[in-house]
């Protein structure tokens, strides 16, 4: 009997997604108290073909403790965690799970948007505090959403899924920046392809959806808030470093925009001293765009599918676009 391959499991899996993977190959994972230091972690790898991870840098120090990985399967559709060019050198395969969140994270930028423009964390916590005396005078209020303009940057499939909800539910105009025009969103959704700088200032609700590369690190600093309207309301739920987090804090507090919804940040968790913590015009989540059982099930399966596919040899559903001429002549 052929010997099944190593795999380890460098997060938690539902069970079912476990047993899938473990009808396939021999699968090791961290038992130990707390959390794994880098060391432990790297021990852990000495005899695997297949990490499955989400966050771990995958780059030289780790392909040099694991000398027979063939394989890194991120259970999230970002993976600015691998070195891609190291990858390549070493000849392993990476793979993502894309798809299966876009509508799921898309409900969650809808949800953002609607809070921060009128203000209802805010006003759940001014009823809270027994301020509610009287009517809802001018101070307040807040912003509409329907008929206004969102500026979306970074037209992918979540962004696409963004700029549906808007058009056809709040019947917002849609504006987009991306890296190449996207004829579907234009024909279906009436998307606008424009220059980033007319994006900035005519847009309402500017949302940023592009992933993190070095291209896009802090795309977005002082002087993309200052071409912002006075009243914009910013929405970040891609990655945390795309945005210089200095810069909207002065942007927030001077009143250079009106207000911002954040899943994500530069540095997470969240520090306790972060000043964005202390202002009222800031909505905030803590990284849970994907964050409901069903989809969280669908990506760990599909992360599962992705390393067996790739530790038995077979080309996995989903390697990373960088990475696909390492799987090229495979069935």
């Not at 200095?246 to 009143?255: C, F, Q, S, T, V």
Request: a neutral charge; proline letters at 5%; glycine letters at 8%.
């Amino acid at each position: 009997m052929t010997a099944k391959p190593k795999v380890f499991l460098a997060r938690r899996v539902y069970e079912e997604v476990e047993r899938y993977i473990a009808e396939h190959c021999e699968v090791s994972k961290w038992t130990g108290e707390g959390r794994m230091s880098r060391d432990q972690f790297f021990e852990c790898l000495a005899d695997v073909e297949g990490l499955l991870t989400s966050t771990s840098p995958v780059d030289a120090a780790l392909f040099d403790r694991a000398p027979k990985l063939r394989v890194v399967s991120n259970l999230s559709v970002g993976y600015n965690n691998f070195d891609l060019e190291e990858m390549k050198r070493r000849g392993v395969i990476g793979t993502h799970t894309p798809y299966v969140l876009d509508e799921t994270v898309a409900d969650l930028v809808l949800g953002l948007m609607i809070s921060a423009a009128r203000r209802i964390p805010e006003m759940d916590r001014f009823i809270r505090k027994g301020l509610w005396q009287k009517g809802a005078d001018e101070e307040l209020f807040g912003v509409d959403i329907h008929g206004k303009t969102v500026g979306i940057i970074g037209m992918g499939r979540i962004g696409q899924a963004v700029a549906a909800r808007a058009h056809f539910g709040f019947g917002m105009k849609v504006l987009y920046s991306n890296r190449s025009r996207n004829a579907e969103a234009e024909e279906r959704l009436k998307a606008e392809y424009v220059p980033m700088d007319r994006l900035l200032a005519e847009s309402d609700f500017v949302v940023v959806m592009t992933p993190l590369t070095k291209e896009t690190e802090k795309m977005i600093g002082a002087e993309q808030f200052a071409r912002m309207k006075p009243s914009a309301v910013f929405v970040n739920a891609s990655r945390g470093k795309v945005v210089d987090e200095a810069a909207l804090i002065d942007a927030l507090k001077n009143g250079v925009i009106r207000a911002a919804g954040l899943d994500v940040f530069e540095t997470e968790p969240v520090r306790p001293d972060n000043p964005l913590l202390t202002l009222d015009n800031v909505v905030m989540t803590p990284h849970i765009g994907s964050a409901t059982r069903q989809t969280r099930f669908a990506m760990a399966m599909l992360a599962a599918k992705n390393l067996v596919a790739g530790v038995l040899g077979e080309v996995p559903p989903h390697v990373v676009p960088e990475l696909r001429e390492l799987v090229q002549g495979r069935k």
